[in-house]
Structures are given as C-alpha cells and as structure tokens.
C-alpha cells in the first residue's frame, strides 16, 4: 500500500522504523554486560597469596597457645603446618556464610593434611538457640557425625534459629543423619556436653575475642572472613612453611 492510499484510508502516516538502532542496543547491551562481568571478577578474584592487603601478624605476635585447641574440635593431621581457628556461634547469620568457606578448607586443604581446622563454640547471650545447636553438634559428635550435624545446622539457621522447639528440630537432623534417637536425645536433654561448650567460651574471653565469625590462620586475625582472604592467607602460610 502507498503512503497517500494510507494516508487516504487511515488518516495518519505509516510509522517510520529509526535506522540501525537495534544493532546499536544489542552492542550496548553486550557492552555493559561484559563490563559487568569483569567488575564482578575483580571484586571476587581471590587476592594473590604475595599481596600486600592481606593481614598480617601483629608485630611481636606470640603464637597461638596450643593448648587451648583441646577445648574445640579439631579435623586434620595433628602435624599439619598451617592451623585455621574459628571462635563462632551457630546462630550468627555471618558464620552461616563463613561456613561455606570453612566446608571448602576442608575439602581443598585439610584432607590433603596441609591444614588443622579446629572449630570453637562461642554461643553469644543474645542468641537463644546458639547453645543447644553447639550441644547437638556435641551430641552427634558421639555418634561420629559431628561435622555432618555442623554443616546442617549452618545450611537450615534460618529453620531453627527463630524455634521454641530446636531440640526437636535437631533431634529430627538426628534421625535423618541415621543417629540413634534415643541416645541423641538423651544428651540433648541432660546438656551432657554443656561443660565443654563453656569450656570453649571461655577460651574466647581469655583470648578476647567478643565477635563471631574470629577466624585465625595461626596466629593471624582475617579482617575479611571469607574464601578469598582465607585461601590467599593459607597459601602464604604454606609457602613459608617450606
């Protein structure tokens, strides 16, 4: 149809298509996109174990005292050469998100025997359920699922950390672990390992350590809890070791 049949017909002229504008958006968008990406690497890229921003020793530091690590639980060859500490509490949203980084230490670091991972309860007052959720890890512990019930209770917090029940939230972790119910519950109830996790706090105090997640890599505090600062860190403890 022609445009004065058009106009004749329907009173307005055809719309006119602007020229070479979707090639035009098509490049903006893959422009920004990528520029978006590569902002997104930058900022999560894993610093380099030799780089200057990663926290340090404090000057005449003593070293970690050992002998406290009894008080926390431990995975890993006794001798490894690099130690990772963390003074935490289960119902801390930001240990929640650490707990991803200390999975993967696990996996990456302590089963290949380079790294200790000893994990300490600091429940905080504020947090109603932080005790029992230590005491049931403790419990399942006794069962050899201690770090199965610790990996579980940090991926379902948000379940149970608002509970008036978490005893019965736990005790059904428990019993999807394959624990013995009975015996379970029995600790949870008579708070057998109630001791221990104060024991544990009190190692905190004495170190002065007041917020959680404290994560040590020997004796040097993380200022960024995290993967990236926790593996760049490990690495150079590992290469000065050898």
Same mark, same amino acid.
């Given at each position: 149809?022609?445009?004065?049949?058009?106009?004749?017909?329907?009173?307005?002229?055809?719309?006119?298509?602007p020229?070479?504008?979707?090639?035009?958006? !098509?490049?903006?968008? !893959?422009?920004?996109?990528?520029?978006?990406?590569?902002? !997104?690497y930058?900022?999560?890229? &894993?610093?380099?174990?030799?780089?200057?921003?990663?926290?340090?020793?404090?000057?005449?530091?003593?070293?970690?005292?050992?002998?406290?690590?009894?008080?926390?639980?431990?995975?890993? /060859?006794?001798?490894?050469p690099?130690?990772?500490?963390?003074f935490?509490?289960?119902?801390?949203?930001?240990?929640?998100r650490?707990?991803?980084?200390s999975?993967? !230490?696990?996996?990456?670091?302590?089963?290949?025997?380079?790294?200790?991972?000893?994990?300490?309860?600091? &429940?905080?007052?504020?947090?109603?359920?932080?005790? *029992?959720?230590?005491?049931?890890?403790?419990?399942?512990?006794?069962?050899?699922?201690?770090?199965?019930?610790?990996?579980?209770?940090?991926?379902?917090?948000?379940?149970?950390?608002?509970?008036?029940?978490?005893?019965?939230?736990?005790?059904?972790?428990?019993? /999807?672990?394959?624990?013995?119910?009975?015996?379970?519950?029995?600790?949870?109830?008579?708070?057998?390992?109630?001791?221990?996790?104060?024991q544990?706090?009190?190692?905190?105090?004495?170190?002065?350590?007041?917020?959680? *997640?404290?994560?040590?890599?020997?004796?040097?505090?993380?200022?960024? *809890?995290?993967?990236?600062?926790?593996?760049?860190?490990?690495?150079?403890?590992?290469?000065?070791?050898e």
């Amino acid at each position: 149809m022609g445009e004065a049949k058009r106009r004749k017909q329907t009173g307005a002229p055809s719309p006119k298509q602007p020229k070479g504008r979707k090639p035009l958006v !098509l490049l903006l968008t !893959l422009v920004i996109g990528a520029a978006a990406l590569a902002g !997104l690497y930058f900022v999560t890229k &894993p610093p380099a174990p030799s780089s200057g921003s990663l926290p340090v020793a404090a000057p005449n530091a003593d070293e970690f005292p050992a002998i406290v690590d009894q008080y926390g639980v431990s995975i890993g /060859d006794e001798n490894a050469p690099v130690v990772v500490r963390e003074f935490a509490d289960y119902q801390c949203p930001a240990c929640a998100r650490f707990a991803e980084a200390s999975q993967r !230490l696990k996996q990456e670091y302590v089963r290949s025997g380079k790294v200790r991972f000893v994990y300490f309860d600091l &429940p905080l007052r504020q947090h109603d359920n932080a005790m *029992p959720a230590a005491l049931a890890a403790r419990c399942a512990g006794d069962q050899d699922q201690y770090w199965v019930m610790h990996e579980k209770l940090y991926a379902a917090q948000s379940e149970w950390s608002g509970s008036n029940d978490p005893t019965a939230t736990f005790t059904r972790y428990a019993n /999807d672990l394959g624990l013995e119910e009975r015996r379970f519950r029995r600790c949870m109830e008579t708070e057998l390992h109630r001791e221990a996790v104060e024991q544990s706090q009190q190692v905190a105090v004495q170190l002065r350590v007041a917020s959680t *997640p404290t994560v040590m890599v020997d004796n040097i505090q993380l200022t960024r *809890p995290g993967w990236g600062q926790l593996s760049a860190v490990v690495e150079r403890e590992l290469a000065n070791a050898e």
